[in-house]
């Protein structure tokens, strides 16, 4: 069945220091869904790209979804202790009967 | 415009019982998610139902099952459970009738089962 690769599963950095999340879809992807879930929180939408080659700025953070569009990352520029907390990217494939397929998750941790 | 709702927030069973769960979903919206998030393992899609029917399912277990009401609210059950259905549970809405709409989350449900 469709999929969606997430990686890193975990991401470490300095405050201050910029992050990076990357998704990968096996089938073309009608668009991309970006959602922030806070420690102790629920996912929160975040943004969603639909055009091929799209790129979307929300602040330090930078949205792309890829030319064939099935992929996509999400760049903190930056990092500050309110960005803490787990990013996931979900699609809906092409034909997918409204099922979005959801990416495992990065989670971003900041180094004390 | 009032939120997911979830109930109850947290929950203690033990092996063997059922537990059921439910969600309220933003007004006019008719499709409700639901997903089982354990430490790690990101969001488990369990089942989407739309307009009363079952639209979508995962890959779990017949011990789970849901349904949907003709006011869009949601009810999710787990009979018999395990010590591995000790999750967070989470709905989400949407009006589930196009490719762009984005997912509106309730605060979940903590399930722990001993």
């Known amino acids: 069945g469709q999929q969606v690769m997430q990686i890193p599963q975990y991401q470490h950095v300095q405050e201050g220091e910029d992050f990076t999340t990357y998704c990968n879809s096996s089938?073309?992807?009608?668009?991309i869904q970006w959602y922030k879930q806070r420690p102790g929180g629920h996912p929160v939408f975040l943004i969603q790209?639909?055009?091929s080659g799209e790129v979307k700025k929300q602040k330090r953070l930078t949205f792309q979804f890829g030319e064939a569009k099935k992929n996509s990352s999400l760049h903190i520029t930056a990092t500050q202790t309110t960005d803490v907390g787990t990013y996931f990217c979900?699609?809906?494939?092409?034909?997918?009967?409204?099922?979005?397929?959801w990416g495992a998750g990065t989670k971003l941790i900041i180094k004390p | 415009k009032a939120g997911v709702t979830q109930t109850p927030r947290y929950l203690i069973k033990t092996r063997g019982q059922q537990v059921t769960l439910s969600c309220s979903p933003i007004?006019?919206?008719?499709?409700v998610s639901w997903y089982q998030q354990t430490p790690g393992q990101g969001l488990q899609f369990l089942f989407e139902?739309?307009?009363?029917?079952?639209?979508n399912k995962g890959n779990f277990p017949g011990r789970f099952s849901g349904r949907q009401f003709s006011n869009s609210r949601s009810e999710m059950n787990v009979s018999t459970l395990e010590l591995g259905d000790s999750a967070l549970y989470l709905c989400?809405?949407?009006f589930g009738q196009g490719y762009q709409e984005t997912q509106y989350f309730g605060p979940g449900t903590r399930l722990l089962v001993l």
């Open positions: 139902y739309f307009s009363e029917t079952q639209r």
């Open positions: 790209l639909v055009k």
């Open positions: 089938t073309t992807l009608s668009n």
């Open positions: 979900a699609g809906f494939g092409l034909g997918s009967n409204y099922q979005l397929i």
């Open positions: 989400a809405s949407s």
């Open positions: 007004s006019g919206h008719r499709s």
